[in-house]
C-alpha cells in the first residue's frame, strides 16, 4: 500500500474521481478463457498527444503472447470479425463503428517455417506466412448500418520473431497504413502495454512480497485507429469547448464470431450469422465486477442490456475483499454514486445529454492532452486520463482500488489513508510507450 493522492478541487475532478475504474480483461470470462483470439483484453481512447484534433482508439487482443510462441504465432482469426464502436449521442447504441476482417496466405506450405529468411519488408518474398485486412466504417447499427470501405486490402506486420528472423523490426513493424480523411490505421503485434501485479487475484494479494509486472515481456495484438475528431462528433465538426454537447463520445469494442462451425479433417469452415462473444469498454468489468453466473453473458449482450448486471455496480464485491483482507472500510452499498459514474458519466464532465446508462469508455473530446501526464488519471488532477477516456500510460489499477475503497473527495469520511493509498507496487510499463500512433511499444522479440 502506497502512493499518496494529491488534494483535488474543481468539481470536475471530483467527480471523476468517483469512476470505479478497472484494470484489463484477460481471460475475463469462461468462454473467452478458451477462445484467446476473439479476447479482448484492453480498450484505449484518447485525445492524441501529437494530433490533438484527432482522437486515437485501440483495442487488443489475445493476451500474453510469449514472443518465442512459434511456429504459429499469434495471428489474427480471419473467422472473427473485430470492431470499435462509438456512441456519439448518449442511446447505448452504436453510430459508427470500425470493422477489422482478416485473411491469410501461405507461400510454400511445403515447410514449417514462417520465414524462409530474414524479413526486412512487408512484402518480402522471405515472409511465408503472411496476414491481410480490410477495414470498414459503418453508420448505424453494426449490423444494418450503412458500409463504407475505408481500405483495399492492407498487410499486417509480421510478429518480433527475432533478431535473425526480424532485424530491426521498428521499421519492419511500423505497418502504419495512411489512408483518406486524415485517417491513420495500424494492425499487428505490440508490446503488452497494460503492467499490473496480477497478485490482485491472490485474494488481493497486495503488499505480499515484492511488486512484479505480470505482463512484462508479454505481447498483445493491437488494432489501432487515428481519426479526425468531427469524424466521430454527432455534429460532423470539430467539438468547440468542454460543454459542447458534441464533445462526448461513447467508446467499446467487441468481437464476434460465425454461428456455427463444421470440422473436417484438416479444416473447418465458418458459416451462419455472427454472434458477439466479446465485449469491453472499461477495463476490468466484466474481470472483477461481473459473477461468474454472467461473464458469458455479459460479453455477448448490447450496452442496452446492461440493467441486467446492476447489481453488481450498487453492491461491488471489491470493497467487501477489501475489508475481510485489510480491515478496509469502503462506503457502504448501494453505491449509487458508482452506478451514475459507470454508467452513465459525470454530468457536466463526460455524460451525454439524455444519456442511457450503459457501460462504455466515455470521453470528452475537447479536454486538451497532458503536456506531463500523470498516470492517475483525474485522480491525480489530470483531466486528460482515465476515466475520461485511457491513455495507454494510465494506471487504472491503482484507480480501480482507491476509487472502490471510496478514497474521493465525494466521501471525505473515506478520502483518507490507507484508502488512499491503495496500489499494486507496479507503476509504469516495463518499456516506454511511443510518443507518435500507434503509442503502444514495439513488441518484444523472440529468441533473447
Do not use: C
Amino acid at each position: 500500500m502506497r502512493k499518496q493522492i494529491i488534494g483535488l478541487s474543481a468539481i470536475f475532478i471530483v467527480a471523476l474521481a468517483m469512476m470505479p475504474g478497472q484494470a484489463s480483461s484477460h481471460r475475463e470470462a469462461p468462454l473467452t478463457a478458451m477462445d484467446p483470439t476473439a479476447d479482448n483484453t484492453d480498450v484505449y481512447a484518447f485525445t492524441s498527444p501529437d494530433a490533438p484534433t484527432t482522437v486515437t482508439l485501440i483495442s487488443n487482443f489475445i493476451p500474453f503472447q510469449n514472443p518465442d510462441g512459434g511456429p504459429n504465432f499469434y495471428p489474427f482469426d480471419p473467422n472473427v470479425v473485430y470492431a470499435i464502436h462509438i456512441d456519439n449521442n448518449g442511446d447505448a447504441v452504436e453510430d459508427i463503428t470500425y470493422e477489422w476482417r482478416f485473411t491469410t496466405e501461405v507461400r510454400n506450405p511445403a515447410t514449417f517455417l514462417y520465414n524462409t529468411g530474414a524479413v526486412t519488408t512487408l512484402d518480402d518474398p522471405d515472409l511465408n506466412v503472411r496476414q491481410f485486412y480490410r477495414l470498414t466504417r459503418i453508420d448505424g447499427p453494426r449490423r444494418t448500418g450503412t458500409v463504407r470501405e475505408l481500405s483495399g486490402r492492407l498487410p499486417v506486420p509480421p510478429p518480433n520473431i527475432g533478431p535473425r528472423s526480424t532485424p530491426g523490426y521498428g521499421a519492419l513493424g511500423g505497418g502504419i497504413q495512411q489512408l483518406a480523411g486524415d485517417i491513420r490505421v495500424f494492425a499487428g503485434q505490440r508490446d503488452e502495454g497494460f503492467y499490473v501485479d496480477l497478485a490482485i487475484f491472490d485474494l488481493l494479494g497486495l503488499g505480499v512480497g515484492q511488486a512484479e509486472g505480470s505482463t512484462d515481456g508479454f505481447n498483445v495484438s493491437s488494432l489501432a485507429i487515428q481519426v479526425p475528431k468531427s469524424a466521430l462528433a454527432r455534429s460532423g465538426a470539430m467539438p468547440t469547448s468542454t460543454t459542447d454537447p458534441n464533445a462526448i463520445i461513447g467508446v467499446w469494442s467487441t468481437a464476434s464470431r460465425f454461428t456455427t462451425r463444421t470440422l473436417s479433417a484438416g479444416a473447418q469452415t465458418h458459416t451462419g450469422a455472427l454472434v458477439q462473444v466479446s465485449r469491453l469498454g472499461n477495463p476490468l468489468v466484466n474481470e472483477a465486477v461481473i459473477d461468474l453466473a454472467r461473464k458469458d453473458v455479459f460479453n455477448a449482450i448490447e450496452p442496452t442490456s446492461d440493467a441486467a448486471a446492476l447489481d453488481r455496480v450498487t453492491d461491488p464485491e471489491v470493497p467487501k475483499l477489501l475489508k475481510l483482507i485489510f480491515n478496509v472500510d469502503s462506503p457502504p452499498a448501494p453505491r449509487n454514486d458508482l452506478v451514475t459514474i459507470f454508467l452513465t458519466g459525470i454530468p457536466g464532465a463526460n455524460m451525454p445529454a439524455g444519456v442511457r446508462a450503459s457501460e462504455m469508455l466515455r470521453l470528452n473530446m475537447a479536454v486538451p492532452p497532458t503536456a506531463s501526464p500523470n498516470r492517475l488519471g483525474v485522480l491525480g488532477g489530470d483531466l486528460g486520463g482515465f476515466p475520461n477516456g485511457r491513455r495507454v500510460g494510465d494506471d487504472v489499477l491503482d484507480i480501480v482500488l482507491q476509487a472502490a475503497a471510496g478514497a474521493t473527495p465525494l466521501t471525505p469520511a473515506f478520502n483518507r489513508s490507507p484508502n488512499n493509498t491503495l496500489g499494486d507496487g507496479v507503476d509504469r510499463n516495463d518499456l516506454p510507450y511511443l510518443t507518435t500512433f500507434p503509442y503502444l511499444a514495439i513488441p518484444h522479440a523472440g529468441n533473447r
